[in-house]
């Protein structure tokens, strides 16, 4: 995308996050489920309380297994939105968690998974752990 003009907005603007890039059917879905969060849960309710970091990665889980299994629309939110929108919702309160500092980081330990996922794609090949 071009910008031809030369108002100092667009030079700050085109800097910024591009929210514009975001597909808005996404936004849609996940506007719909997070609001069938709030009538289920409360309204903000993982602001007002700490969120365990495991229970939303367990369910973000389950949702895309249930997406890859070819269900696409979540047969238990009433509003017929898919499971994307669920793993999207899921996702969006990690972030905010992490962010905001209100979540309890119940990871396993760290291990290597990152940097395995690194060298296969350089080496085409699993490293070898015992080296």
């Known amino acids: 995308m071009s910008y031809p003009d030369d108002n100092p907005k667009t030079a700050l603007g085109i800097k910024k996050p591009a929210m514009d890039t975001i597909p808005s059917v996404a936004l849609v879905e ?9 009538d289920k849960y409360g309204s903000f309710n ?6 365990s970091s495991s229970v939303y990665v367990a369910a973000a889980r389950r949702h895309l297994a249930a997406f890859m299994d070819g269900e ?3 047969p ?8 994307l929108s669920a793993v999207m ?11 905001i500092g209100n979540i309890n980081d119940n990871r396993p330990p760290p291990a290597p998974s990152g940097a ?16």
């Open 89 to 99: 919702a899921c996702c969006a309160l990690l972030i905010d968690g992490f962010h």
């Open 116 to 131: 395995v996922i690194r060298y296969f794609e350089e080496h085409g090949k699993m490293p070898d752990p015992l080296e």
């Open 76 to 83: 238990d939110c009433p509003y017929d939105t898919s499971h």
């Open 46 to 51: 993982w602001r007002h309380e700490n969120i």
């Open 30 to 38: 996940l506007g719909v489920r997070m609001g069938h969060g709030a």
């Open 72 to 74: 696409y629309i979540d």
